[in-house]
């Protein structure tokens, strides 16, 4: 977004009805007012589309016109409140948007890990249950009153395309598998539909799937998304940026798309009908609303310069296929638009109906909530103490052990006489939350939760804050050399990353490396260095510094963030989350920021970005994490070493050309001509078995990637293909089975975006075992 609006405690305390109660939830066709029977649209038992269809029927051009904007003023002669469409939910109800009030009868909602940390556990019932836990707070919070809008902008499911990127936190990561994956289950959950998929119409709550599309530069080096024209070639649209929202449509179901501020390849996003209508609407078969990011439309005259006036913007997002504008131009200039023959009524009609179908889908035109469907969660469902567990449970899941030298973690809790905690992070239970945050049910700091296992534990600030321009690093050079053990709890904050800001260096800011290493080195045994942040930082100093013992990775873990690490430092928890974004060394930043290529071009030195392409020097892998146990695993024989398609060749009586013209020889089948049906007979099961032959019970994820057996020519160096996460106790084993599809899974994207199957031979890989399968054209 490009505002915040956090409200302050005492603007709230003020704003609502005194004694902690809150005033009722707005809602229409309340059954008390007798014009209610006479209205088509407050008829439950007639279709939604029908319904939202004669509501529309029934508006005046000006009333029309003051519904396409985020804030929808009431209509009384219709008994319509006022609706306020932007709220936020992105790891737990937020108190950004204009939708959420906090400090009535609810003054917190459980606060989950930021989503770059919860997609570090590569566990998708577990996304799903968040999911699922956040929605039903804010239906909790709409019938107690304190949410005026349950449509909520959430999840982000932009690639981490470059570790600068100070939204990259909100995302689950650089792989597009994953992050489509992740919005599956976070959104399924969240509206209230199965774990399998499977809606019967009604929202729990509607999710938002942003920023559509290509996405993720705010403010770098004054190039400012407002005004950034994304050149992405259709190969990188295909493989990385576009899976994710298509995924979102096709198959979680998301009743709501956000387009994106910048433009791409010349067009802005929310100008853009091939984006909006096209593809998403037409070849994907979306049927919900589309938002414009705040401003977004006004920036398609004033930053883009793509149209002549404010009217011209207007009409273009609205042919385009936008439906609701976040800001005030569409309630500024549409009227005038029309009257200038730009745009004609009936697409404003269109806007709306879907705009009302959705209200009413969320059970709005309904009349009192409380006999809704949904009518039954309250108070006692925000902050229930199920969830808070479930917070603490993701927390532990996603923290990730990227050091531990000597199985230095975990600290015995008998034998840690004396502790020292270092850090600017370890007292400050806010920056545990990370951005897109609401008041939390609880939230303890890291010192606090240590202090819980080692009564003699003193704490040296040593850094102000992360900036870090001067530390006090004597005071906590003394206090190493005083206790028993140091844990250094350093990293970034919001001040460094975060929406509309960018970071310009991969390093530890300030003079955090040098009091790191002064401690380490004044310590009477190894540290251990916490990382409080969202994106990576180069901390290979610390690797390979044998004074640092361990290194954990946090990432803004939630209100349960302090003891999620305490327990997880004293082993009362085992951790085994894995990097969702690859660590890049401090000189990546040579590499424009701008350059939006996936793909690496050796020719001129460009890298290419995320593991699946980048070619040099990482501090950490994608994927990469250990355990306080060690797992062994092994292919399974019924895994098939063959997959035939020649059987389908004969019917497209030629084989499609791969890559480029240097490729010719290797035939390659296009999967638009293979065909769904096709498709679905090709899939096949690839069983890997585990074992946990350590000494500690554990849960960690399985990553199993796919490698083509030729490099080069905008393939993949690897590509996930599947993932699944599971719980060993000591000497157990477990089978797991991946179902794969050819035509998703092992499929090669071509210059013009077009999927293509090749010939030849595919590795399966977990860990250090691989499987080979030779694919037969």
């Not at 989503?115 to 590569?122: E, H, P």
């Not at 940026?241 to 433009?263: D, L, T």
């Not at 920036?299 to 149209?307: A, G, P, S």
Request: glycine share 10%.
């Amino acid at each position: 977004m490009k505002l915040h609006f956090y409200f302050l405690a005492a603007f709230l305390l003020l704003s609502l009805p005194r004694g902690g109660d809150s005033a009722p939830p707005p809602f229409s066709c309340d059954s008390a007012d007798p014009k209610t029977k006479s209205f088509k649209f407050c008829q439950k038992s007639l279709p939604i589309a029908q319904r939202a269809r004669d509501l529309v029927s029934r508006l005046t051009l000006d009333e029309k016109i003051s519904q396409l904007v985020d804030s929808s003023a009431a209509i009384p002669r219709l008994g319509i409140p006022a609706y306020q469409w932007w709220s936020e939910a992105l790891h737990g109800v937020s108190g950004y948007g204009r939708g959420v009030t906090y400090g009535g009868a609810i003054s917190g909602a459980t606060s989950f890990p930021q989503v770059i940390l919860a997609a570090s556990t590569f566990d998708s019932r577990l996304w799903y249950r968040i999911g699922q836990a956040i929605g039903r707070e804010a239906r909790g919070m709409y019938n107690e009153g304190q949410v005026q809008g349950m449509t909520f902008w959430t999840p982000n499911i932009n690639i981490f395309r470059d570790p600068r990127w100070g939204r990259g936190q909100e995302t689950p990561g650089e792989d597009p598998t994953v992050v489509a994956k992740y919005a599956v289950a976070h959104v399924r959950g969240f509206q209230g539909d199965k774990y399998e998929g499977g809606q019967n119409g009604h929202l729990l709550a509607s999710a938002c799937c942003k920023h559509f599309t290509a996405y993720d530069l705010d403010n770098w080096k004054s190039v400012d998304r407002m005004e950034f024209d994304a050149k992405v070639t259709q190969q990188d649209l295909a493989d990385t940026y576009q899976p994710p929202f298509k995924s979102c449509v096709q198959e979680a179901k998301a009743s709501g798309i956000m387009c994106a501020y910048n433009s791409v390849n010349g067009v802005p996003n929310c100008a853009d009908r091939n984006l909006l209508t096209e593809t998403a609407r037409g070849q994907w078969g979306f049927h919900g609303y589309i938002v414009s990011d705040c401003d977004a439309v006004s920036t398609i005259y004033e930053k883009h310069k793509y149209v002549r006036t404010p009217e011209d913007a207007v009409a273009l997002a609205l042919k385009a296929g936008m439906d609701v504008n976040c800001g005030l131009y569409l309630k500024k200039y549409t009227k005038s638009a029309i009257q200038q023959k730009k745009v004609v009524e009936s697409q404003v009609n269109r806007a709306l109906n879907n705009l009302f179908e959705i209200r009413m889908r969320l059970g709005l035109f309904e009349g009192t909530p409380s006999r809704s469907l949904y009518g039954n969660i309250g108070r006692a469902d925000v902050c229930s103490q199920a969830h808070q567990d479930l917070a603490l449970e993701a927390a532990r899941n996603g923290i990730v052990l990227l050091k531990n030298n000597a199985n230095l973690l975990p600290l015995s809790k008998l034998k840690t006489g004396s502790l020292a905690v270092v850090g600017h992070n370890a007292a400050n239970a806010y920056v545990l939350r990370g951005d897109y945050d609401g008041p939390p049910c609880q939230n303890v700091d890291v010192v606090t939760a240590l202090k819980g296992y080692v009564h003699n534990t003193l704490f040296v600030q040593g850094c102000s804050n992360a900036e870090c321009a001067s530390a006090s690093t004597s005071s906590a050079v003394a206090a190493a050399k005083e206790m028993d053990y140091v844990v250094l709890v350093m990293g970034l904050d919001q001040n460094q990353e975060k929406e509309d800001h960018d970071r310009v260096e991969l390093g530890l800011p300030g003079q955090q490396q040098s009091l790191i290493t002064a401690v380490a080195a004044a310590a009477k045994k190894p540290v251990v260095l916490v990382l409080i942040c969202g994106g990576p930082v180069d901390v290979g100093f610390a690797k390979n510094d044998p004074k640092i013992g361990s290194i954990l990775w946090a990432g803004y873990p939630g209100e349960a963030g302090g003891v999620a690490l305490s327990q997880i430092i004293f082993g009362e928890h085992n951790p085994g989350g894995k990097l969702p974004m690859t660590w890049y060394p401090k000189n990546f930043v040579n590499i424009p920021m701008t350059d939006m290529r996936m793909r690496s071009d050796l020719k001129s030195g460009y890298p290419g970005r995320t593991y699946r392409f980048y070619k040099g020097p990482k501090v950490f892998e994608f994927g990469y994490g250990l355990s306080y146990t060690t797992y062994s695993y092994e292919f399974k024989q019924s895994t098939p070493n063959t997959i035939k398609l020649n059987h389908l060749t004969g019917a497209f009586h030629a084989m499609d050309e791969s890559l480029s013209s240097n490729s010719s020889s290797i035939r390659a089948l296009s999967v638009s001509k293979i065909g769904a049906d096709n498709c679905e007979m090709l899939k096949f099961s690839a069983r890997v078995g585990v074992e946990n032959i350590g000494s500690m019970a554990g849960r960690h994820a399985v990553l199993l990637f796919a490698r083509h057996e030729r490099t080069g020519e905008g393939r993949p160096i690897k590509q996930l293909v599947g993932f699944e996460s599971v719980s060993l106790n000591p000497r157990q084993r477990d089978e797991i089975e991946f179902v794969l599809n050819p035509c998703e899974h092992l499929t090669t994207a071509k210059i013009d975006g077009s999927m293509v199957i090749e010939e030849g031979y595919r590795y399966l890989v977990v860990e250090d075992k691989e499987f080979s399968i030779n694919i037969v054209l």
